[in-house]
């Protein structure tokens, strides 16, 4: 579906005093839809898988799976004073949100004047045409909206930045510290979030038929959080082991002339 901007302009009512919340005033995300015609479709198939692992990955242990978000390349808008801008992480997470907007519905964009709750963690997949922006090596240009970076720091304080290239496989992190994004050490070759019970890491293997390195969520002591996929296949291997086990153990008591049916 093609948006326009007339098709988003919000008529706003008039405000009172004492002004009422921009939750009450501002538009929601039924006015501010993900679609954008100027961003027809994804950059490339790494930009729709590697989202894909962190979402199915993405399950913090100190949180209710129900008030669990993320997304993959969803608009997120910012800025009350500007209802028009926006950016679109590839990834991002939120803790303390209902997984449904309201509890209700599948979210077409997510508007943090109608949500409350900041991300608490976002991830960008560096591509040669964003790389100095997701770095923050872009400087505002007057009249025009803020830099990724600016946004992700300064206005909406998200606590933890991740950068990731394919192209090289390097790994930077950011933790906002006193206002500003500081580097992150890695510890075992993994990024700990202690407040999410997570840690993030690189791990070389299979998904959807694709070995190589991702990037993908495991426990603070390195576990791998499985995808439903992987659950499902670690479930049939133990049911195999046990059927063996039961085999075996059924010809050991016929070797003895014990019937396995006739033990209880």
Request: hydrophobic content about 30%.
């Given at each position: 579906m093609m948006w326009s901007k007339c098709d988003i302009m919000v008529n706003l009512p008039?405000?009172?005093?004492?002004?009422?919340?921009?939750?009450?005033?501002?538009?929601?995300?039924?006015?501010?839809?993900?679609?954008?015609?100027?961003?027809?479709?994804?950059?490339?198939?790494?930009h729709f898988?590697?989202?894909?692992?962190?979402f199915l990955t993405f399950q913090p242990a100190n949180w209710n799976p129900e008030l669990v978000?993320?997304?993959?390349d969803l608009n997120l808008y910012y800025?009350?004073?500007?209802?028009?801008?926006y950016k679109r992480p590839d990834w991002f997470g939120?803790?303390?949100?209902?997984?449904?907007?309201?509890?209700?519905?599948?979210?077409?964009?997510?508007?943090v004047w109608q949500e409350v709750i900041n991300p608490y963690v976002v991830v960008e997949l560096l591509s040669p045409g964003t790389q100095e922006e997701d770095l923050g090596q872009t400087v505002q240009t007057p009249g025009n909206p803020p830099t990724k970076w600016q946004v992700?720091?300064?206005?909406?304080?998200?606590?933890?930045?991740?950068?990731?290239?394919?192209y090289t496989n390097e790994l930077q992190a950011f933790h906002l510290v006193g206002g500003h994004y500081e580097p992150m050490n890695m510890i075992d070759n993994r990024l700990l979030m202690p407040e999410l019970g997570l840690s993030l890491g690189l791990w070389q293997g299979s998904f959807r038929g694709i070995n190589r390195l991702w990037l993908r969520w495991m426990t603070l002591e390195g576990e791998l959080i499985l995808t439903?996929?992987?659950?499902a296949v670690e479930a049939q291997e133990r049911a195999v082991a046990e059927r063996e086990r039961a085999e075996r153990l059924a010809a050991r008591l016929r070797e003895l002339g014990i019937e396995p049916d006739d033990v209880e």
């Open positions: 008039t405000q009172t005093d004492p002004p009422l919340s921009p939750r009450q005033t501002l538009p929601t995300m039924y006015d501010l839809p993900s679609d954008n015609p100027e961003e027809p479709g994804l950059p490339d198939e790494f898988l590697q989202p894909l692992l962190l978000f993320s997304a993959c800025d009350v004073n500007h209802p028009q801008w939120v803790v303390g949100i209902p997984r449904l907007y309201e509890g209700r519905d599948l979210r077409l964009s997510y508007v992700y720091e300064q206005i909406l304080r998200i606590p933890y930045s991740i950068v990731f290239s394919r439903p996929e992987e659950e």
